[in-house]
């Protein structure tokens, strides 16, 4: 015993440096530590925010069931999407006009050509020649982008204009 005395004796300054050498490198172990537990801490402080005594588990559920009503009304909002792009399409989305003078005997531009179409091209011509004498007003159906009506060069040029339309209907 007394020997390990003697040797503890012996070595006790050597002993003691490298006990204030674990001292420092722990203390420098425990800055850092800190320092991660205040980021830790921060980073649990803004998942927390707004939250004041439930736990992590209730918050997490309540999110998930708010994803799933958001995820509802997402599917619901697309379903009334597809309707409406349904019901667009048998709008009218084109229109095209043209004035112009049918009888030389006239003398400004009060005739008229007008074609109203859908998205599918259906809908209808619409002539109206003013004479001196009187007005006649024609109607003739466009079924698919044709009639079975004979057209006039003007009826024509209104009808391929309005065809020829782009009409932009945005589909995701």
Known sequence: MELLLNLVNDFAPYILIGLIIIIFLLSIIIIVLFKALGKVEKRYRKLMRGVSTKNLEHIVTSYLDKIDECNRKSEHALKEYI?????????TQKIVMMRYKAFEDIGSDLSFSMAILDGD???VVLTGLYARSGSTTYAKPIDNGTSKYDLSEEEITVLNKAINQNVEIYNN
Request: glycine share 8%.
């Open 83 to 91: 309707k409406l792009d349904d019901k667009i399409k048998s709008c």
């Open 121 to 123: 091209n259906d809908g």
